[in-house]
């Protein structure tokens, strides 16, 4: 049973670059969550989907946008790229939009220079 | 919005002490709080969870306890071996937003042998 996919593995983009992340669910898991985490910090929740539609956000910019297909897989994608962007970004999903319990895949690290 | 304090952020026990990490929160309307591991390249790991009808759930050398009164709760672990260093991460969330976690800004554990 595979566990929570995300591609890249790293990825180096330069400021004002758009960028795009991608992320598999566990299987049987429909609901996906974005986070991001700055090097020695907690992640901060960027936004959840479910249904193919954005259910909940953070508190992040429009430049955070989202997407999920039919098969529940999501993508990340953040446009005009900051320093500041530099972070792990990290997927989780969960069996439903209900559920607590969320499995984290292993995160993209992104670097803007 | 969610505010979640976590002391200490670095810890350094011998192997076999205990080792006692906690964490504050603002909202009193949540009601799951998971602590996760995070080892070094890898995403958060599920170790244990609480929810507010509970006051205190143990596994094996593992156990949390919720304090809803004064808003804080505790993760402890016994019998530490040096394969427990990692960063730990307490978080609060709400069942109606499930999914989206506030998280602590992490514990660095350290069992030296």
């Known amino acids: 049973d595979a566990g929570v996919t995300q591609s890249p593995t790293h990825l180096i983009k330069t400021r004002g670059q758009q960028v795009t992340l991608r992320c598999s669910p566990k299987s049987g898991h429909d609901t996906v969550s974005w986070y991001q985490q700055a090097l020695g910090q907690g992640p901060q929740f960027i936004f959840q989907?479910?249904?193919?539609?954005?259910?909940q956000r953070g508190n992040f910019p429009d430049r955070f946008s989202g997407h999920q297909f039919p098969n529940y897989s999501s993508e990340l994608n953040v446009n005009a790229l900051l320093l500041g962007d530099s972070a792990l970004y990290l997927c989780a999903s969960t069996p439903s939009p209900s559920t607590d319990t969320q499995y984290f895949g292993p995160g993209t690290r992104l670097t803007v220079l | 919005g969610e505010n979640v304090e976590q002391h200490p952020s670095t810890l350094s026990v011998q192997e076999g002490d205990s080792a006692v990490i906690k964490c504050t929160y603002s909202d009193s309307a949540s009601n799951y709080f998971p602590w996760y591991k995070q080892e070094l390249g890898k995403g958060p790991q599920l170790i244990i969870d609480?929810?507010?009808?509970?006051g205190e759930k143990k596994d094996q050398r593992i156990a949390v306890t919720l304090n809803k009164t004064a808003k804080h709760f505790s993760l402890h672990i016994t019998e530490t071996q040096p394969e427990d260093s990692a960063v730990y991460f307490c978080a609060a969330s709400i069942n109606t937003n499930a999914g989206k976690s506030t998280f602590g800004d992490g514990t660095t554990l350290t069992v030296k042998p």
């Open positions: 989907y479910y249904e193919e539609e954005e259910r």
């Open positions: 609480i929810r507010s009808n509970v």
